[in-house]
């Protein structure tokens, strides 16, 4: 059984370009939750999806956009890059909506924004 | 006022001392609590989860909550140089989903 990945691990992007990060989720997982976590701080929730279509999201922009795929993999999207959004970006996969401690969280990409 | 607070340390400690982290939240409608544990360049993993008041233990770690004084902790018994890490606290609401994270605690254990 393999856990959650995401690639790259890191990427370096200018200030106004877009960047997409990638996340497969773990085997038997159908939920996917993305998080920022700026440095010395808590991971922040972005959005989740479930069955491909956006399940919740949290405080931030519309420039941050997601997809999920059939085979429950996921995209994070960031257009109009800022330099505030540098930051280690986290994807946690879980069985379901309901579950409040199956999340799997991946190594992160770390965005740096120049 | 943010949902979770938990003082950032940093917390050095000697090898085999006892190590407490605590946060506190504002919602009393959170009620599901964790720790999770995070090393550096890594994403958080798991450490410990709960739904109830009082004490649950799982070898050297034990978490408490008390809902009553809205305030949780994670203690860290005989603690190893392994331990080194970051701790978040963790809070989700029943039908929430999302979870609500403290800013971590930053451990350094002493060999």
């Known amino acids: 059984e393999t856990g959650v990945t995401q690639s790259p691990t890191h990427l370096i992007k200018t200030r106004g370009q877009q960047v997409t990060l990638r996340c497969s989720s773990q085997?038997?997982?159908?939920?996917v939750s993305w998080y920022q976590q700026a440095l010395g701080q808590g991971p922040q929730f972005i959005f989740q999806y479930y069955r491909e279509e956006e399940n919740g999201r949290g405080n931030f922009p519309p420039r941050f956009s997601g997809l999920q795929f059939p085979n429950y993999s996921s995209e994070l999207n960031v257009n109009a890059l800022e330099l505030d959004d540098s930051a280690l970006y986290l994807c946690?996969?879980?069985?379901?909506?309901?579950?409040?401690?199956?999340?799997?969280f991946g190594s992160g990409t770390r965005l740096t924004v120049v | 006022q943010k949902e979770v607070e938990q003082d950032p340390g940093p917390l050095s400690v000697p090898e085999g001392a006892i190590v407490s982290l605590n946060c506190t939240y504002s919602?009393?409608?959170?009620?599901?609590f964790m720790w999770y544990r995070q090393y550096s360049r890594k994403g958080p993993e798991l450490l410990m989860y709960t739904y109830s008041s009082g004490n649950k233990e799982d070898g050297r770690f034990t978490a408490q909550v008390d809902k009553s004084s809205k305030y949780i902790s994670l203690f860290i018994r005989d603690s190893q140089p392994s331990d080194s890490a970051t701790y978040l606290c963790?809070?989700?609401?029943?039908?929430?989903?999302?979870?609500?994270f403290g800013a971590g605690t930053t451990v350094t254990v002493r060999a």
């Open positions: 946690a996969s879980s069985p379901g909506t309901g579950e409040a401690w199956g999340y799997t």
């Open positions: 963790a809070i989700r609401g029943a039908n929430d989903y999302k979870l609500s």
């Open positions: 919602n009393s409608a959170f009620q599901y």
């Open positions: 085997s038997g997982h159908n939920t």
